[in-house]
């Protein structure tokens, strides 16, 4: 299978998780554009790269591709790009002609621009950082009782012109897309929305959007993976049936940080895009265990508190993957403890424990799926994988995260040194890690191996 893949930024969740995924299969042939082409929390993509890129492309089975990210230059760049409607269109014109020039089966999506609840502006306009709040507010308020007036006076016009002429701009071009997808550009188009609220200017497009004929997704960062996991399922004519297994089964009602469903609903949802078939435990090719959460999900960084996982874990006699959602942005100590007492097995389909639920959802399906249907299992590669995933989402979100106070790749590394010999025992390998912030933040680390 001959696949392409355009991630939507240079981190490396989003650029060298999905290769180190695509590695399971020696057999997958994985295209991705160099990571220099890519925009980061400052810089925007060079679509011009990428669009000589993707002309240059064998005949692919597959292409995902983030819209964003040729559209605006990324998907931080869609809230700060200041281009005009007539600009952003004619790009996304020219991305058309190339796809339809491949014959590759398109699986694309595009985001509904988020309203976070707060002034911090590291990744949105400059303006975030005293009016963000005011302006998640106006718009909470103007889709809840229709009172445009009751706080635009405390927002410049300036500023509330400009950002509601960005919305409208993105909005005018998401329903573009779905113009393209009556014409058959698209094989799966998803919308998605991050960071919901129950009402809002995003609640609104989303709603939009759907009445127009479109397929909204919560999430964001994990959809390109839940694609990808989509277009190995479509391309092997099968559906790997999964059953989730809820360790709090009696809160899987209850809506994860950042998300505006049910964590039930999350997981279905995400194995449905994905392109599994939801089944009961007997009839399960795979069973995915959720780790889920008592009365909230906790988070660690943000001193949300929550109840540690408390019950007995077995080793499954059936293959098995874990999605650790009881916090988001990192791992539930409690339950890796007990994970790691029993040890993973023969048939460890891959655990994720990756930021927001649906980010671990999605990318730990990618995995599975990957893995499932290998050609020629690479057992190397998804050693790997698993490393970088318990590295990072156990050892530094978990635990060593909090233990900085800035980016320190030295102090980093000295700190993850006992995290390595606890993962080395468990996945049987010898680890060479080196360390680095990528965006010289906190937020995320990068994780390579020296061999």
Known sequence: MKIGFIPIDNRPVC????????????????????????????????????????????????????????????????????????????RVETLKEILQSNGAKIYAFSSIM????????????????????????YSYLTHKLGCESCITNL??????????????????????????????????L?????????????????KALESLGGFVKTGADEIPLTLLARAVSDFNLNKIKVAPVFLEPEHKDLISNY????????????????GCRVTGKNEADILLYVNNFIEQQGEIVMKIATKPFEG?????????????????????????????????????????????SANTLGSLICAATVKYFAKKYNADAFKLLEEVRFLDDWAYQANVRQQ????????????????????????????????????????????????
């Open 15 to 90: 650029y060298s998780l999905p290769e180190m995924i695509a590695h399971i299969d020696s057999e997958l042939d994985f295209f991705i554009p160099e990571r220099k082409w890519l925009g980061d929390l400052t810089k925007y993509a060079d679509t011009e790269k990428l669009f000589d890129w993707l002309k240059n492309l064998p005949e692919l089975d597959a292409l995902i591709i983030p819209l964003d990210t040729v559209a605006y230059g990324g998907l931080i760049s869609s809230r700060r790009c200041p281009d005009r409607f007539e600009d952003v269109k004619k």
């Open 155 to 188: 927002i410049p016009d300036e500023i509330l012109d400009d950002y509601l002429n960005g919305r409208k701009r993105n909005f005018e071009i998401n329903k573009l897309y779905l113009e393209y997808q009556k014409q058959n550009v698209f094989e799966v």
């Open 404 to 451: 900085l106070e800035k980016p320190d790749t030295e102090e980093l590394k000295k700190k993850m040194k006992p995290f390595e010999k606890i993962v080395e025992h468990q996945l049987d390998i010898n680890i060479n890690a080196g360390y680095k912030f990528p965006w010289n933040r906190l937020f995320e680390v990068e994780i390579n191996e020296f061999n």
């Open 312 to 356: 007995e874990w077995r080793l499954p006699e059936k293959p098995y993957m874990i999605a650790d959602v009881r916090y988001a942005n990192g791992a539930d100590n409690a339950f890796v403890s007990k994970l790691f007492e029993t040890g993973l097995g023969d048939n460890f389909y891959g655990y994720s424990a990756w930021n927001t």
């Open 114 to 137: 988020r309203i976070s609840n707060n002034n911090i502006n590291e990744e949105e306009k400059e303006y975030w950082s005293k009016y963000g709040k005011k302006i998640f507010d």
């Open 190 to 206: 998803v919308f998605s929305k991050d960071d919901c609220a129950e009402y809002g200017f995003n609640v609104q497009e989303a």
């Open 259 to 274: 998300e505006d469903v049910s964590i039930e609903k999350s997981v279905k949802g995400q194995l449905e895009l994905a």
